[in-house]
DNA sequence: CTAGTTGCAAAGAGTTTGCATGGCG
DNA sequence: CGCCATGCAAACTCTTTGCAACTAG
């Protein structure tokens, strides 16, 4: 894949770095521009959703739309590896992200392409439901 | 649950009506205003989105929010028994939609409840992935 | 120096809201 | 007739785009 970023600069080093402090959560373009507005290092709204968008190209980082709100939210991707055989798991209630690395859940992928001729996709897919302490 | 609209309109009849006959897609407020232009019967933006929204509430359609447009879908429940084990899965090439009626499938969820103290909900979940035909 | 990057403001989608008018019961 | 529903336009949120100024290499 072709580098579609040539400069380096502060802006996007700082959010890039931000990605990674976040890496278990899913952060959104409003939280970034409002943590660096906070750190008195304010970068444009024009600036990070572009930056976003090319490093969700790059598969850099992952885009979701959350369901709550109808927005994007970003996360850093660690390594290809993890990914595989990884879900996250959404609590309509608190919001809570939860990582779901599981026997279980490979094996319905298997199943869902062998039965049903459909190709999960892992880094598209979020589970919802309830969590734990929500349940209560 | 209190009944939340009272009267009986034209407008509601036909969007409920044109919900009903494409329980088989996801449908957006867009589509459906849309729709009712070209049938010469238009309806305003915002009695869809309250009409729809009161739907929802009512438990008598469902609301997606869909990856590809980050905009809302909708989905007439046909009756709560056929939910309970019934996934969509949604094509990320075509944006065909396909419904999953398996027992797989309830496995996992009873599975993570069990193991991952988390319970899914069916309704908020789309899986998203590629289609057969779209592999190829 | 030159092409890529930034910030601003304006434009766009999708959705919500306030308010006067209209229509169901 | 009273209350609820509708339609319109304006407001709102999130995101994209055009353009001139800036900066990394």
Redesign the pocket.
Known sequence: MEKI????????ENILNYLKENIQKHI???EIIAHFKEEKN??????V???L?SLVAENIIRKYISQE????CFQYIENQKTCTNHYHMKCIKCGELFHLDCEEVSKLEEHILKTHSFKLDICKTVLYGTCDKCLK
């Open positions: 970023f040539k400069y380096k600069t502060k802006q996007r959104t373009a409003e304010p970068i444009s709204k024009s600036t959703y572009r930056y968008d709100r109808a927005s994007a």
